[in-house]
């Protein structure tokens, strides 16, 4: 599963060939959670309200680059990475 962002100790990924609806999974501290790109977790959990938090801004900030990449990875293509928080 490509790694496309890394931000704060949050690891974004995206599976080739994913099923719907879009969605992204994040790791933080071990923990892991699936996030659509509205920020709602749809499953999991990481443990850490500030994480979700970020997360969530991560994904309305990059909402566009996500749907592409989401595209891309639904066609076995090559997933761009995407910039973090600062």
């Not at 490509?2 to 099923?19: L, S, V």
């Not at 996030?35 to 999991?44: A, T, V």
């Not at 850490?48 to 293509?77: C, G, M, N, P």
Request: charge should be positive; aromatic fraction near 12%.
């Amino acid at each position: 599963m490509p790694e496309i962002c890394r931000f704060f100790g949050i690891i974004i990924r995206m599976f080739y060939g994913e099923h719907n609806p879009p969605h992204l999974h994040a790791e933080y501290q071990g923990k892991k959670a699936v996030f659509d790109f509205c920020g709602n977790m749809l499953k999991g959990n990481l443990n850490s309200r500030t994480a979700v938090k970020l997360v969530r801004e991560w994904i309305d900030i990059h909402f566009k680059e996500l749907e592409q990449a989401w595209t891309a990875a639904r066609q076995y293509q090559k997933i761009k990475k995407i910039d973090p928080l600062d």
